[in-house]
């Protein structure tokens, strides 16, 4: 990102606005718009997080509300909530923090939901996993403050190997669901 460069932008869209970029409380708002956009959207930059497991095994490993923060591609305004990650290890599993990692990687860019959700579900599957369920459920400010005015949530799912089997798919949901009574999932 070239930040004098995106300065110069925010500068021009304050005055658009209507607003005076050299009163007090604006001459360092295109600098501080710039440096939140660096990172804001450091996902971009962001190499695989996944190298880090250690040898164990588990049936299913379940990491519950990791929350995230992201901006819509439509409005560029942020949309944000709780991911849900269930997985079923092949003799390895993810350090968890490389999980919160891995959502990180993908929120902290323009996106949509249903793309959020699906790029972990790919990232993790991509590891040799036998199974992955992404659920997130997350309200966007695009919806809420202009437009509709709605303050609706959004739930998306992706479901990759042996959770795209139904029986499968409905027992992982059903513990997903038990152990997080707070959200609507
Ligand atoms: N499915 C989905 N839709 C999204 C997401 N973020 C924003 N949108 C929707 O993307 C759509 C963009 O539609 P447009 O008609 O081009 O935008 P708009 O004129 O602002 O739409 P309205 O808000 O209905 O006035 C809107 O319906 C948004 O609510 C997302 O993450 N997932
Ligand atoms: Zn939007």
Redesign the pocket.
Known sequence: MDKERVKKLVRELIIEIGEDPTREGLKDTPERIANMYEEIFDGYESDSELSVQFSEDSDVVVARNIQFYSM?E??MLP?FGKIHIAYSPNGRVFGISKLVRLVEKYSKRLQ???RLTKNIADELFAQGVKGVVVLADAE?F??KMR??RNDAT?TSSAYRGIYENKEEKESIMAMIRRRTPETSL
Do not use: R
């Open positions: 819509c439509h409005h949309f949509i939901q249903e966007h695009c919806m437009g509709v959004l």
